[in-house]
């Protein structure tokens, strides 16, 4: 039994490293492709070319929101309901 869970940890292991080093493979001729696109275009220093990594951007716009919350009951005839926002 000691040995079964040995392995199945090895094993776990061995796949999360794998799983990990994954986005790594591959991105060498997306980030080849970009430095020789900028080099073309004058951008970018000898030392540069060799330090490039990809980076993602996204556009962010903030908006202006209010919460409301709709809150629906009925109370019975003697009783009286309060509510406040804090």
Known sequence: ????????SLLIVAAVVLWMAGGNIGND????AAVANEAAQ???SASATEEA?????RLSVAEKFARQI???G???AP???AVQAD
């Open 74 to 76: 009925r109370t019975r």
């Open 70 to 72: 709709q809150i629906n």
């Open 53 to 57: 990594f990809l980076v993602t951007v």
């Open 29 to 32: 001729a997306v980030r080849a």
């Open 42 to 44: 004058g951008q970018v």
């Open 1 to 8: 039994m000691r040995w079964k869970s040995i392995f199945v």
């Open 79 to 81: 009783q009286r309901s």
